[in-house]
């Protein structure tokens, strides 16, 4: 057999789903063999919700400890400025991390005091590296920011008082 036919050959059965050629002419014998790509098994899973790991975060980074009232202030200051007039809380519609600015070279959206639009920016939370912009539903001037910037905040958690204008 030439080589230019044993060519042929591996590339027929290449082209095949042959595994494996013997061929024996005389003194001359040649085995040619394949592995064949298993099929692809799909195996199904019943959808369980995923909780993303979370990063513990690095020693340096580490804010200031607060003491164990800080909560319980905030709760209450949260309720005092509700309670104390006509305000409006707009709270976080999602799980994730609370910035005050586009980033952090750059100036906060909204400071206290400052003339308050609907519909206008207030603040992003990321959540799984999606960046949302969060847009106050009243107008009105801006009372409180409840949230401290760059941190965690949990759905419907308060993050501004406003007060209707």
Do not use: W
């Not at 195996?43 to 340096?60: I, R």
């Not at 799984?128 to 920011?145: A, H, P, Q, T, Y």
């Amino acid at each position: 057999m030439e080589y230019k036919q044993i060519q042929e050959l591996i590339k027929t059965i290449n082209k095949s789903s042959i595994s494996e050629l013997h061929i024996e002419e005389g003194d001359f014998k040649i085995t040619i063999k394949q592995e064949l790509a298993a099929p692809a098994q799909y195996v199904s899973m019943p959808h369980m919700p995923m909780q993303m790991p979370q990063q513990a975060p690095q020693q340096a980074q580490l804010p200031a400890p607060q003491p164990a009232s800080a909560p319980a202030a905030d709760k209450a200051a949260v309720a005092q400025a509700a309670a104390g007039g006509n305000t409006t809380t707009i709270k976080s519609p999602m799980i994730g991390t609370f910035y005050r600015s586009p980033s952090p070279d750059k100036p906060v959206f909204v400071n206290i005091g400052d003339e308050i639009k609907a519909g206008q920016v207030l603040c992003i939370i990321e959540a799984m590296k999606l960046f949302n912009e969060i847009e106050s539903e009243v107008s009105g001037r801006l009372v409180k920011v409840v949230a401290d910037d760059s941190s965690p905040v949990e759905y419907d958690q308060p993050l501004f008082i406003i007060e209707p204008m």
